[in-house]
């Protein structure tokens, strides 16, 4: 767990900054086994809510800084990211109930929800593919038959696909965690990186159509395969 503990003299505990987190695998809901929705829930979740309890006194004392990195993922959904961004969505709540909690012992909290950046997050190729063979291991025959091999194997590409669109400069997460632990008066939600504020707007405030459509177009470019048994009934539709 990535927990940065900042100490000011003669205050204690200023500040939390719960940077935590793991994606586990990418692929439809369906697919994914229930092993990776509890590793991100265990960590993504669980672990910052232990670590905000057992430091909240000194917190508290100190009327110091609650920061959360959380995810753009925890306010838009995108395909492929359920047990993630169900973690991701839990976080982002905690933080605002927390705020609402903290405010009356002038603990100031902040939730950051960036977009794509390039981390550990993805893990290694090697990682990736160990995530794969246990999507495979635990999938039913006839879901397996159902989505086909094809369309299975072009999940493994997701690692290369989302390592080469992500940002590998993070100076604007970087930015935002220190104006949240050190501004006089900080933001409870900032969105660093490309897309971070756009795209959950799009999603609340836009028809539900215009998200989808979008969405589908944006977050499922590698993916232009159906699965195999939508492929047949596409194929039976148009000879009939």
């Not at 993630?84 to 909690?101: G, H, I, N, P, W």
């Not at 940002?167 to 632990?181: N, R, T």
């Not at 699965?227 to 009934?233: Q, V």
């Amino acid at each position: 767990m990535h927990i940065f503990l900042f100490a000011s003299f003669g205050l204690g505990l200023w500040g939390i900054v719960h940077n935590a987190g793991v994606l586990g695998y990418v692929a439809d809901a369906e697919l994914l086994p229930i092993s990776v929705y509890k590793q991100c829930m265990d960590v993504n979740f669980i672990g910052v809510v232990q670590v905000t309890k057992m430091f909240m006194p000194l917190l508290r004392k100190a009327k110091g800084r609650l920061v959360t990195i959380s995810s753009m993922a925890g306010h838009a959904p995108i395909p492929g990211f359920a047990a993630y961004a169900a973690s991701k969505a839990a976080l982002s709540m905690f933080s605002a109930v927390m705020r609402q909690d903290l405010f009356k012992w002038g603990v100031q909290v902040s939730a950051i929800h960036p977009s794509g950046f390039k981390t550990n997050i993805f893990g290694s190729r090697e990682h990736w593919s160990s995530q794969d063979q246990n999507m495979l291991d635990n999938i039913m025959p006839d879901v397996k038959e159902d989505y086909g091999e094809e369309y299975l194997a072009s999940l493994k590409d997701l690692h290369h696909t989302m390592s080469t669109v992500t940002s590998s400069d993070l100076s604007p997460v970087l930015e935002d965690v220190c104006h949240a632990l050190l501004a006089r008066e900080p933001y409870f939600s900032y969105t660093p990186g490309r897309g971070a504020y756009l795209i959950p707007c799009l999603f609340r405030y836009f028809p539900l159509w215009v998200y989808d459509n979008f969405a589908k177009q944006s977050f499922q470019v590698h993916r232009n395969i159906l699965p195999r048994s939508l492929r047949i009934s596409k194929a039976n539709n148009k000879m009939a």
